[in-house]
């Protein structure tokens, strides 16, 4: 992973990828709270990675609210270089290539729907895969209002719950750019304590806030 990193051009992390990274090799569960393009992503697909390198069985569930951003993500891993399996598994994914998913892929990467539609129900087909699930990755930590939002916290326990039944009790990681409680949230979400990590060590630019009043072009419409 050093090499990689290097390979990559990043001599060091911040501090926020360095606490996550000791939080998540003592094995608790992490929601990072930081700024977008902090480096989220960074800070756990390197604990995760290591892991599964460590531990050639291990298994790791990725999920995010939508496809684009699974693709980016994707793009991401692949960058790393290593030999560990990873797929996409969703709705467009075609149904010749799901089988071999199934049965070879170590980091799955999915969404809240086909993790409704397409795995649970289907948990018998992905046993090796539940009996080795070491981690699950919630990126964007969301809140989904009403009958939806209920409908998601429960698919999270029932993915808790199939886990448990293969004998599998798998670390999250959670992260948020937006959520004014993430601590809260995420341990509502899947009822369980979480480390909360929100001291953002990410460089950024000087930032200027501009306030500006447009004059009235139309009088009559007040445009």
Do not use: C
């Amino acid at each position: 992973l050093r090499g990689v990193l290097s390979t990559l051009g990043i001599p060091s992390l911040y501090s926020h990828q360095s606490q996550a990274w000791t939080h998540t090799r003592n094995g608790k569960n992490v929601v990072l709270a930081t700024s977008t393009a902090s480096g989220k992503t960074l800070a756990y697909n390197l604990p995760v990675l290591a892991s599964l390198l460590e531990h050639p069985d291990a298994k790791a569930l990725y999920f995010f609210p939508t496809k684009a951003l699974t693709q980016d993500q994707l793009d991401t891993l692949d960058q790393f270089r290593l030999d560990i399996p990873t797929a996409i598994y969703d709705g467009d994914t075609p149904k010749r290539d799901r089988p071999t998913i199934r049965k070879n892929a170590r980091i799955l990467l999915t969404n809240p729907d086909m993790l409704h539609t397409g795995i649970l129900p289907h948990h018998t087909n992905l046993a090796d895969f539940f009996r080795n699930l070491r981690f699950i990755v919630i990126d964007e930590l969301h809140t989904y209002r009403g009958v939806f939002g209920s409908h998601v916290a429960n698919v999270i326990r029932r993915l808790k719950r199939v886990a448990a039944f293969y004998g599998a009790s798998p670390q999250f990681v959670l992260t948020s750019a937006t959520i004014g409680n993430p601590k809260e949230l995420a341990e509502k979400l899947i009822e369980a304590p979480v480390t909360l990590i929100d001291d953002d060590g990410s460089s950024r630019g000087e930032r200027h806030f501009l306030i500006y009043n447009p004059p009235i072009i139309n009088e009559s419409l007040g445009l």
